[in-house]
C-alpha cells in the first residue's frame, strides 16, 4: 500500500510560522494534483490548498490566502505547505492528499484517493 507520510507539525505561538511536508513515493504521485486539509477538534475535514502536477497551479481556502504556500519538489517526491503568520484558529490535524487528477485544483474531498495519517499543528495565543 502506497503512503503518504506527512511531518513538520508541532507547536508553535501566533504569528510563528511552521512548513509541513509530505512524501510522496514513487511514480504514482508525481503526475497528481496534490492537496493539504485540516481537522480541528469537533469540526469536518476542510479544504486548505492545492497544487497541479507541474506546480504552476495553485488554489488556497480563503482563510489561508496570502499567509500559506503550497509547493512541491518534484526531484524529491515531496509537497509542502509553508504556514506563516499563524492563528489560534489554524490548530488542528493537517492531512495532504493526493488527487485522481493532473491539472485540476479539487477541493472536495471526495477527489482525493490517496491520504496520510496527519501532522498535528497546535497555536498558542
Known amino acids: 500500500q502506497v503512503q503518504l507520510v506527512e511531518s513538520g507539525g508541532g507547536l508553535v505561538q501566533a504569528g510563528g510560522s511552521l512548513r509541513l511536508s509530505c512524501a510522496a513515493p514513487?511514480?504514482?504521485?508525481?503526475?497528481?494534483?496534490m492537496g493539504w486539509f485540516r481537522q480541528a477538534p469537533g469540526k469536518e475535514r476542510e479544504f486548505v490548498a492545492a497544487i497541479n502536477w507541474s506546480g504552476a497551479g495553485t488554489y488556497y481556502a480563503d482563510s489561508v490566502k496570502g499567509r500559506f504556500t503550497i509547493s512541491r519538489d518534484s526531484a524529491k517526491n515531496t509537497v509542502y505547505l509553508q504556514m506563516n503568520s499563524l492563528k489560534p484558529e489554524d490548530t488542528a490535524v493537517y492531512y495532504c492528499a493526493a488527487a485522481r487528477t493532473e491539472w485540476n485544483l479539487p477541493r472536495g474531498r471526495s477527489e482525493y484517493d490517496y491520504w496520510g495519517q496527519g501532522t498535528q499543528v497546535t497555536v498558542s495565543s
Open positions: 514513487g511514480r504514482t504521485f508525481r503526475y497528481r494534483a
